[in-house]
């Protein structure tokens, strides 16, 4: 069984937890998941069945869409609700406009501290794993952008938002650093992934459908090529597919038209019946061909 499952994670665990329970309803099939989800947060999770494991990381990379509620005038430890309570700050002089002035802010590029309980790593251990053992964590920043910052509703303390934002971007950093432009302080108290790529909640199964039989996993899978169906598709002489998937780096006369200029983009190769053989990246010159970077 190969192909993807686009989950609707409940609260309350983790996104390993995920995989195992998947794990126990299709047995002997390689399982992984694209792009974690606090174990607190629900929504969108795409669950990864057999060569589906292969492509993670072309999947992990979309863009995610988030509705998030934020606590004003608390921070705790962990940047939401559930962890112990660092500083409390009125809310008296937060109104409606300063909170608008601060969605304003975040819109567009920002250098982002993530917080101490995230699956980013460091010298490969994640950090969250470092700072259960009571471990410091070194602060790692990244570059993201928030494509869009709406405020939903305001009833102070508590702000309601959604956002639009690049992959690595961290809802609970996002609250944090709000909270600090306000002067107040500020945690998530709610989370929910509505989107990550094209794939929504309304494509989304309940991973409870799953678990208690309302639904059949096979019924529930797909294809890696609805997977990929946001990478450009490039046509594969049938005379080529054995040869590339025996390793062999593709060219031009392996197409069955011009790739043309799209230097460092990444694309779906397809044989004669638009089944998804690998992916590649074009480099350096157009004529130069393609570089295989999964076979599948």
């Excluded at 108290?189 to 409870?208: E, K």
């Amino acid at each position: 069984m190969d192909g993807i499952l686009v989950l609707d994670k409940p609260a309350g665990m983790t996104s390993h937890d995920v995989v195992l329970d998947l794990r126990r309803l299709v047995g002997g099939v390689r399982i992984g998941h694209a792009g974690t989800l606090d174990p607190n947060a629900t929504g969108v999770l795409i669950g990864l069945l057999g060569k589906a494991t292969k492509i993670s990381r072309f999947l992990t990379g979309l863009d995610k869409e988030y509705l998030f509620t934020v606590e004003l005038g608390v921070e705790t430890d962990t940047l939401d609700k559930w962890g112990n309570v660092l500083r409390t700050a009125p809310t008296d002089d937060v109104d409606v406009e300063r909170i608008f002035d601060a969605a304003a802010r975040f819109r567009g590029r920002y250098q982002q501290i993530a917080p101490s309980l995230s699956a980013i790593k460091h010298q490969g251990v994640p950090l969250y794993k470092l700072a259960r053992r009571g471990l410091a964590t070194p602060l790692k920043t990244r570059v993201v952008v928030i494509k869009d910052f709406e405020v939903i509703e305001i009833a102070v303390p508590f702000v309601t938002i959604r956002t639009a934002c690049s992959s690595g971007t961290y809802v609970r950093s996002l609250a944090r650093d709000m909270g600090r432009f306000l002067g107040c302080g500020a945690t998530v108290s709610s989370i929910r992934r509505l989107r990550i790529g094209t794939f929504t909640l309304t494509d989304a199964i309940p991973l409870s459908d799953l678990v208690e039989g309302r639904r059949k996993v096979e019924d529930a899978v797909l294809s890696i090529e609805k997977a990929l169906a946001h990478l450009p598709r490039v046509a594969v002489k049938t005379s080529s597919v054995a040869g590339i998937r025996a390793g062999k780096q593709p060219s031009a006369e392996d197409f069955e038209e011009p790739v043309g200029d799209l230097r460092g983009e990444y694309f779906a190769l397809a044989d004669d019946q638009g089944s998804v053989i690998g992916i590649a990246v074009q480099s350096g010159e157009p004529e130069a061909g393609l570089r295989t970077e999964r076979i599948l």
